[in-house]
Structure formats: structure tokens, C-alpha cells
């Protein structure tokens, strides 16, 4: 058997007919004629070219892929179709300085006029809203979507199971108006791969620098005991070694790196291997950060784990001083495609964005402030604030009324 993505599907064999209410069963018994084989569908059927992969095999009918099956699926016959593909590989490093369009004539690219946002879709899909911005205001473009992904994490979690979650998460944002938390509506839900890069690295660091410690002495002052805290400090000077695997970096403008964060974990260790089938019912967002920039941003994550590990050898108080140089080697890629939700609530002729793993279900986004609630918090902090003051000046005998 070939490597084909449509290796094998199920076709329903006590699908009715349109036109079974003018049948006369009563009539007449018939043996019902055995159901016959599903047909397999292998390479020699396959389609000459790339771009008819998402149509049904049975009907030709679009297939869309099932977050909840993890497996195409016809809304027209009900024919279920496996996606063969292997876990993704990481890639060499090299292969980042090649930028040329390896998409080749499978998708295509629609831009959004408002907000410049830019979508990947498949042969025979057509871009009606933009994610983002809401507006119709869709053009196709000619522009070459660039480096092709080797890798995608698919969606498993349906767009239902995603809606409910934002409005559990809207629930518990204790600032938010109470008319908010209960009844947020999502809106505009789709679904769209985030496109990203993963690096793996080893690195080799020299460092030095100088840490203080603080330490107290007592001492009598007019009469009283009182507690001093001064600092000694000590140079530190030394090698580090380590490996970092999977270093997330965001490639599009569209959502922020702490966003990314906030919805982490991926499992990218067993993404799998780029297939044009994972979009089909989806979009992919084109990356506005190619490959090269990314890793920029992921030295400047590398820089501060390998800082924070470092010192954490150290017994310290306060870094008076640090110098840190690495140097990376053996560094690996993956050029991800990321399953996320986006949609927005309307609160006040206002938009607030949200995003939802399509992995695990995790939610971040924006939500409306109440200024009342902030107002008794700030309130409430500073009346604590204020008695902590006076409970410290009394204790050390400093009561300005005394």
C-alpha cells in the first residue's frame, strides 16, 4: 500500500434512500442485497494534481477534517478518510536561508483591505470573512505564501467544544460586568492554523558578573536597638552547557508571543508531517516573520533561560553586574502550523479578541474592565496598605501621635 493520504474509507451502507417514502414495503418482501465492500481508495486512483485532494472520493463533494474523528470527512455522504502521515522531522538549519514559495499551485492567498491580514486557503476554498477584523472585505492575491511547513499540529477539540470554553473563561474574569461574565456571546468563530517556528539547540556559555548578598547588624541608636542591612558582593565567572528543544516563536503579527504562551502547551514533539488534508475546512495564516527573524527572537529566549539557570546555582539577594556569550550549535527547526480559534465577544459596540487552543482547549484574549469593581479593589488595597503602615510604625515604636 502506498503512502497515499486516502488510504481507506467508510462508506455508510444504511444510508436511505431520497426517495424511500415512495417505496411500497409493505407490499413486497425483498431480501435486502448484501451491502457491498467499501472501496479502497489507493495511489493508482489518486488525482493527477494536488490541488483535488480535499474531494471526496465517493460523491467529489469538499471534505472537511474532523477535529473530533482526526480523519476527513464528507457532510454530503457521510464518507470517512484516513490522513496517512508520519510524525514531522526536525529540519536543518540551513534550509532557513532559503526562502522561495514552496507552495506550488495547492493554495492560495486572500488578503483582508481593513486590517492586512493575509489567509492560506486550498484550491476550491474561498476566503468570505477575515478572522481577525470581521470584515468581508476579502481580496485574492497573487503574492507567493514562502517557506511550505513541515510540520502541523492538528486540530482535536470541535469549534463547539471551543465556544463553550470561552464563555467558562469569560465567566471567571472577576473584573469583567456581570452582564458580561454571564452572557458572552462568541462571535465569528473559525477555525485557523497560526503558523510558527520551533528550534532546537545546544548551546555552550561563558559568563561573569558580580552578585551581592545582604546581610543585618543591630546596633544602639539614641538609646535604641535598631537593624541595619548592608551588601557584600562577590564576582562569579564560570561555563555553562545545555540543550533547549522546542523554543516557540510566534511567525504572525496577528497574535502576540504571550498570547502563544498563554495557550501553551503544543505537542509539537508529535506534530505531524505537513499534508494539505489538515486545512481542508480550515484556513492557515500566512507568517509576516520568516524563519530567520524567529530565530533572532528565540537567542534573545535562549539568552534569558540560560541567565536564570546560571544564577540559580547562586546564593544570592541582588545581580550587581552580568555579562553572559553563547555560542549555539547543532540548532534544528520546525516550521509549525498551530491549531487556534479566533472569534470575539461584543460588549458596547466594542470588539474583544480571543484565541483557543485547538489542542488543548487553553483560552487568552481580552474582556471589559468594569471601572466599579477596580475602584473598590484600588480602594479596598490601599485601606490594607494603609493599616500595614500603621501596624509597622506602631511596632517600632514610630507612632507620629504617640
Not at 474531494?55 to 477535529?67: E, H, T
Not at 462571535?187 to 543585618?216: C, I, Q, R
Not at 516573520?289 to 524567529?294: I, N, P, Q, V, Y
Request: glycine share 6%; charged share 25%.
Amino acid at each position: 500500500m502506498s503512502d497515499s493520504p486516502f488510504s481507506e474509507f467508510d462508506s455508510p451502507a444504511d444510508k436511505s434512500s431520497p426517495f424511500s417514502e415512495f417505496d411500497d414495503t409493505s407490499a413486497q418482501e425483498e431480501i435486502a442485497p448484501a451491502a457491498a465492500p467499501a472501496p479502497v481508495y489507493t495511489a493508482d486512483d489518486e488525482v493527477e494534481n494536488e490541488t483535488n485532494v480535499t474531494k471526496c472520493p465517493c460523491c467529489g463533494a469538499n471534505m472537511v477534517y474532523d477535529s473530533e474523528k482526526g480523519k476527513l470527512y464528507c457532510e454530503h455522504c457521510d464518507t470517512v478518510v484516513e490522513v496517512r502521515a508520519k510524525t514531522s522531522e526536525e529540519q536543518a538549519f540551513e534550509r532557513l536561508l532559503s526562502q522561495t514559495n514552496e507552495w506550488g499551485e495547492e493554495t492560495h492567498v486572500f488578503r483582508c483591505e481593513n486590517c492586512g491580514a493575509q489567509e492560506i486557503l486550498s484550491n476550491g476554498e474561498i476566503a468570505k470573512r477575515c478572522p481577525f477584523c470581521g470584515t468581508t472585505n476579502i481580496v485574492r492575491t497573487d503574492e507567493l505564501p514562502g517557506l511550505k511547513p513541515n510540520a502541523v499540529v492538528p486540530f482535536s477539540i470541535s469549534m463547539d467544544d471551543a465556544v463553550k470554553r470561552v464563555k467558562h473563561w469569560a465567566h471567571k474574569k472577576l473584573y469583567a460586568p456581570r452582564r458580561f461574565r454571564k452572557g458572552a456571546k462568541p462571535e465569528d468563530v473559525s477555525g485557523m492554523y497560526m503558523p510558527a517556528f520551533s528550534f532546537d539547540t545546544v548551546t555552550d556559555a561563558w559568563y561573569n558578573g558580580v552578585l551581592g548578598k545582604y546581610h543585618y547588624r543591630t546596633r544602639r541608636v539614641n538609646g535604641r536597638t535598631v537593624q541595619e542591612r548592608y551588601l557584600v558582593t562577590f564576582p562569579i565567572r564560570g561555563n555553562y552547557s545545555t540543550s533547549f528543544d522546542d523554543i516557540l516563536i510566534q511567525a504572525s503579527d496577528k497574535i502576540g508571543q504571550k498570547s502563544l504562551n498563554d495557550l501553551q502547551p503544543f505537542d509539537t514533539n508529535e506534530s505531524k508531517e505537513y499534508r494539505q488534508e489538515y486545512l481542508s475546512g480550515y484556513t492557515a495564516g500566512q507568517y509576516s516573520k520568516d524563519g530567520l527573524a524567529c530565530w533572532e527572537e528565540a537567542k534573545g529566549v535562549i539568552h534569558g533561560q540560560l541567565k536564570s539557570a546560571i544564577l540559580f546555582r547562586y546564593d544570592y539577594d541582588t545581580v550587581v553586574s552580568f555579562n553572559l556569550d553563547f555560542q549555539c550549535r547543532n540548532t534544528t527547526y520546525k516550521y509549525l502550523l498551530l491549531p487556534v480559534y479566533v472569534g470575539y465577544c461584543g460588549w458596547k459596540k466594542k470588539l474583544y479578541h480571543f484565541f483557543v487552543s485547538g489542542h488543548n482547549g487553553k483560552v487568552t484574549g481580552k474582556t471589559p474592565v468594569s471601572p466599579l469593581k477596580v475602584g473598590i479593589t484600588v480602594l479596598f488595597g490601599l485601606a490594607v496598605l494603609t493599616g500595614i503602615v500603621f501596624l509597622v510604625l506602631w511596632f517600632n515604636g514610630m507612632w507620629p501621635w504617640a
